[in-house]
């Protein structure tokens, strides 16, 4: 499938259904990677001499597929207790750790993404405190640490309404044990956060020294606009309350998860609202999921709500990420639209759109071949790469996939 190389910076993916989703299709395409980034996209691309071509006829190249919301790497696969750092619940306000510090980039599920044709992943803090903690935004490989395939080391911070920090501080008899309670310890610590911004300004102006907090540090970034409120939510009268608070709070919120959002998706269109929707794949395990149904996807993205579909590895393997938006097609969801959610929409939530999530000069070249239209259940995955490098392929012969180890990468 590939040709030999004299310049490995440069890449040509030549002659295949070329997908950019931002753009129309281009029939017989090219997309040419220079050091890592896209540096064109068309029919009429010179392709350098020297350059490592993939053959992609009879194929569909598309972009990396950016799952939005997963835990792959914080919360590992057959590693039980031991592998599983997804929720620091030693206190409601959590808001100071960060995700990139406890990320396993050897966990399984970095392959099966690859696999599934996921090159980017937003890894967030789990969902058992009212503040979780920031999210990481990263490659799903390439590094020889995490570090070296962070895209940002914090986009976001996770909380969450509902059921699980009820449950969780519930049953220690403590606050929060209600939704009154879960709301309230939000909403003191952005006001907190709020004064601790204030005096910080204030001593700077004055020269005179100022005392950190890390917790209101990160707070005081959600103030900023500079990292997204990541709000787990699946009660249309709990996405009310993150409302709410976002208009009290000026933040930029990002529904997770939103089981129940249908039922207010003309509010959250109005506002602008998005939505992170899933896991799909799932029974109705709690109350909060008594309305779980795939079908509530296309039922806002017809309202005009903006759309991304998550997996919530490892509630579903990652690598099912293509197939939730295949059941959403086929209970409504219009094809551009799924592919939009699994590509530009999680991008440009949590401003990784410079980067990733399509096909176009200037992003970086992670280009991954199907071996036909990625929404039929029936297309694999053929041949990933990130940053113009190849990190997996379909071995036909030996019926898997094998991936391109960083022992091997980095010998």
Avoid: C
Avoid at 184 to 195: G, K, M, Q, S
């Amino acid at each position: 499938m590939t040709s030999p190389s004299t310049s490995p910076s440069v890449v040509a993916v030549v002659g295949g259904h070329v997908v950019p989703v931002s753009s129309p299709p281009v029939p017989g395409g090219t997309v040419l990677v220079v050091d890592g980034r896209i540096t064109a996209v068309g029919t009429d691309v010179e392709v350098p001499a020297g350059a490592r071509v993939v053959d992609a006829t009879g194929r569909w190249v598309l972009p990396g597929f950016v799952e939005a919301h997963g835990h792959v790497g914080l919360h590992e696969e057959g590693e039980g207790k031991a592998g599983d750092d997804t929720n620091e619940m030693t206190t409601p306000n959590a808001a100071a750790v960060r995700a990139v510090d406890a990320v396993n980039v050897d966990d399984e599920g970095f392959r099966d993404a690859l696999s599934g044709g996921v090159t980017s992943v937003v890894v967030k803090p789990g969902s058992g405190n009212p503040i979780g903690g920031q999210s990481v935004a990263m490659k799903t490989w390439g590094g020889r640490t995490v570090d070296e395939q962070v895209i940002s080391a914090s986009v976001s911070v996770k909380s969450a309404l509902g059921e699980n920090p009820k449950r969780v501080y519930g049953e220690r008899r403590q606050m929060p044990s209600t939704r009154l309670g879960t709301a309230l310890v939000i909403r003191e610590a952005f006001t907190r956060a709020r004064h601790y911004a204030a005096a910080r300004a204030a001593a700077a102006t004055k020269g005179e020294p100022f005392a950190p907090d890390l917790a209101l540090e990160t707070l005081a970034r959600v103030l900023d606009g500079e990292l997204v409120w990541d709000q787990h939510v699946h009660r249309h009268d709990d996405i009310a309350t993150a409302l709410r608070l976002a208009d009290e709070f000026g933040y930029r919120l990002v529904v997770n998860h939103g089981t129940e959002a249908h039922k207010i998706a003309d509010v959250l269109a109005e506002r602008d609202v998005p939505v992170v929707f899933g896991p799909m794949l799932t029974s109705r395990s709690k109350v909060e999921l008594r309305d779980r149904a795939i079908g509530h996807l296309a039922t806002l993205a017809a309202a005009g709500v903006r759309v991304a579909i998550t997996t919530d590895h490892p509630v579903v393997p990652i690598n099912f990420l293509v197939h939730q938006a295949s059941l959403a097609v086929k209970e409504g969801l219009p094809p551009q639209t799924a592919l939009e959610a699994l590509t530009v929409n999680p991008a440009s939530f949590f401003g990784l759109d410079g980067r990733v999530g399509a096909l176009e000069p200037g992003r970086d070249g992670d280009v991954v071949l199907w071996s036909g239209d990625p929404l039929d259940v029936m297309s694999r995955v053929e041949h990933v790469l990130v940053e113009g490098r190849t990190v997996y392929t379909w071995d036909a012969q030996a019926g898997a996939g094998r991936v391109v180890e960083r022992s091997a990468r980095f010998a």
